[in-house]
């Protein structure tokens, strides 16, 4: 979605700051959201969503429903209703990856996104990674202590690894950059990273 | 008076010198572990502190019968009364529970 800043004209005797100072805080807020909305509207074949809707997602290649608002993200469609709580709530702006999941096998932050967003994509949860070396590395490794940051780890370094299979111990820690540990476990993550590598999986 | 000890002898011991693998390893690996956050139970509430915004004041009045009025919420619970002291902010002044 494009990033939309408004700004005014700092030559028409009207300054932002005068604006807001007018208008109050919930007017301006109520001004940028309709304005938001009617530019939204009116990008090509973008859609409008409001109330309760029933959609379906596929997550590890089963097709589910789910109800949710158009606020609904698909971290919370996730894990409240279809009980998929391996993609932890650390964060609420993808700080932390520990609501990585893959989207078409791309790593997405499920929390940051939301759940209409991800209808007719191919999602993959950590759950559905059972059978992936990934997570038997990190056993072996012993990657993980409290295990919270984990399951975000994992599908992390999948998706790494899906990009790069041959990567090297530093290019692991650079991809994996985007998941935080607050136990520490990096060192090992990234071994467990390259037992992945070397095993050709 | 000084205690002598020393370690058994490595073959005699089942523990020192081997690799240990974590019991829950694969469990928290592949997200089956449940922590408690991860707890859904059928018809849970979830329930929400609300802080004071300031660090010291005095509390005025509580309204909570508005809050009741929005759908979906089942409890809401002054934890203070008009005419207590808020010492720290974030100190909570109501809880509210609701359906998810």
Not at chain 1, 108 to 113: C, E, L
Not at chain 2, 4 to 13: D, I, M, T, V
Request: hydrophobic share 40%; net charge positive.
């Amino acid at each position: 979605m494009a990033q939309r800043t408004t700004t005014l004209d700092p030559h028409s005797g009207f300054s932002r700051r005068d604006f807001l100072r007018g208008s109050g805080p919930v007017a301006a807020a109520a001004t940028l959201h309709e304005q938001t909305t009617a530019a939204l509207a009116q990008e090509k074949g973008a859609k409008v969503a409001s109330g309760t809707q029933t959609i379906t997602l596929n997550v590890n290649d089963k097709d589910q429903q789910v109800k949710v608002e158009p606020r609904t993200t698909l971290m919370e469609a996730l894990r409240y209703q279809l009980d998929l709580t391996g993609c932890k709530p650390v964060c609420t702006d993808g700080s932390s990856g520990a609501a990585t999941v893959l989207e078409d096998g791309k790593p997405i932050q499920a929390n940051t996104r939301l759940a209409m967003q991800s209808v007719g994509k191919k999602l993959t949860t950590v759950e559905g990674m059972a059978n992936d070396p990934v997570p038997k590395a990190f056993v072996e490794a012993d990657a993980q202590q409290c295990g919270f940051c984990t399951p975000g780890f994992v599908v992390g370094v999948r998706a790494f690894l899906n990009s790069k299979p041959k990567a090297t111990e530093e290019e692991i820690r650079k991809g994996l950059n985007g998941n935080l540990c607050r136990c520490g476990t990096y060192a090992n993550v990234i071994q467990a990273a390259l037992k992945v590598v070397k095993g050709g999986a | 008076m000084a205690v002598e000890y020393s370690w058994p002898a490595k073959e005699k011991s089942h523990a020192i010198g081997t690799r240990v693998k974590r019991v829950d390893g694969m469990a928290k690996a592949t997200g089956a572990a449940k922590y408690t956050y991860d707890v859904n139970l059928k018809d849970q509430l979830i329930a929400k502190g609300l802080g004071c915004p300031h660090a010291a004041c005095t509390i005025k009045s509580i309204d909570v019968p508005p809050a009741l009025k929005i759908s979906g919420v089942v409890e809401a619970k002054p934890l203070k009364k008009s005419g207590d002291k808020i010492d720290f902010q974030g100190d909570l002044i109501v809880i509210v529970a609701a359906e998810t």
